[in-house]
């Protein structure tokens, strides 16, 4: 008899529960690495992480460009390539108003990123760091 593995799970990025379990309890599938890499990746830069955190704690749920780019030392080019590169990861979505783009964080995908890394000591023992 053939062992048959269990279909893959289509993640939805933007699904209010988890994605998957743990990395710390089970495998990560290669669909779902593949699928939540580019948003670790996009992170992985200071400047955007910087970023993305000033865009998921802005009053309001969202930040103009304009108030973005001024709390940096380099160029409008460069702060827009750092927010192309949240928004292909799809960290960010953008819209355009008038001559100004405003930026609003994803936070199903924020949350599918936290359950994937989100640790919890086993029953009965005390955490340690």
């Given at each position: 008899?053939?062992?048959?593995a269990a279909?893959?799970?289509?993640?939805?990025?933007?699904?209010?529960?988890?994605?998957?379990?743990?990395?710390?309890?089970?495998?990560v599938p290669?669909?779902?690495?593949?699928?939540?890499?580019?948003?670790?990746?996009?992170l992985?830069?200071?400047?955007?992480?910087?970023?993305?955190?000033?865009?998921?704690?802005a009053?309001?749920?969202?930040?103009?460009?304009?108030?973005?780019?001024?709390?940096f030392?380099?160029t409008?080019?460069?702060?827009?390539?750092?927010?192309?590169?949240?928004?292909?990861?799809?960290?960010?979505?953008?819209e355009?108003?008038?001559?100004?783009?405003?930026?609003?964080?994803?936070?199903?995908?924020?949350?599918?990123?936290?359950?994937?890394?989100?640790?919890?000591p086993?029953?009965?023992?005390?955490?340690?760091?």
């Amino acid at each position: 008899m053939s062992k048959q593995a269990a279909p893959p799970t289509v993640v939805d990025l933007a699904a209010d529960a988890p994605c998957c379990p743990p990395l710390t309890q089970v495998r990560v599938p290669v669909e779902t690495a593949t699928l939540l890499a580019p948003a670790f990746k996009a992170l992985g830069d200071p400047v955007r992480l910087q970023l993305m955190s000033m865009i998921a704690s802005a009053e309001g749920g969202e930040v103009c460009v304009c108030d973005l780019t001024p709390a940096f030392d380099l160029t409008g080019p460069t702060i827009s390539h750092h927010l192309r590169t949240l928004r292909e990861a799809g960290l960010v979505d953008a819209e355009r108003r008038g001559t100004w783009v405003y930026y609003r964080a994803r936070p199903g995908v924020l949350r599918q990123l936290a359950a994937l890394l989100t640790v919890e000591p086993p029953a009965g023992l005390t955490r340690r760091d």
